[in-house]
């Protein structure tokens, strides 16, 4: 499975954004899809995954209640609508796939082995 995540840019601290993730190949529906972040001289972070079904969602800490990951299996599709948005979101954003489930969410950022080219988060304070 590809995955190509868009809609990054930048955004007053506070505001908000929804980030689009497209995957090609009929078996995206099969996996988990998480959405990870790097920001300049940091590791990667989980952000936020979602099951195959969607039934099943995790966050982070640092946005639980501010970020929403959703999907639409038939358009490929996972979303990652942001809001109240920090100076600390800042980073390169991006969407990966995680073949080795479907109903459960991994946090690990290494778990996931099917990565997508980012897009960039600017906050401005």
């Known amino acids: 499975v590809q ?3 868009y809609g990054g840019g930048l955004v007053q601290a506070g505001g908000s954004l929804r980030l689009s ?20 001289g940091k590791e990667r972070e989980f952000v936020a ?13 640092s946005v639980k209640g501010r970020f929403t ?3 639409d299996n038939a358009r ?3 979303y990652l609508q942001m809001n109240s948005l920090k100076p600390e ?3 390169i954003y991006f969407c990966a796939a995680d073949t080795d489930r479907r109903a459960s969410v991994s ?3 290494w778990e996931y082995d099917s990565w997508g080219q980012g897009t960039q988060l600017t906050v401005s304070s």
């Open 21 to 40: 993730c497209a995957a090609s190949g009929r078996t995206f529906s099969r996996y988990a899809v998480g959405w990870i972040r790097q920001a300049p």
């Open 69 to 71: 990951i959703s999907r």
């Open 76 to 78: 490929n599709m996972v």
């Open 107 to 109: 946090s690990l950022p």
């Open 49 to 61: 995954g979602i099951s195959w079904s969607g039934s099943t969602t995790m966050y982070a800490d």
């Open 89 to 91: 979101d800042t980073a």
């Open 3 to 5: 995955l190509q995540a």
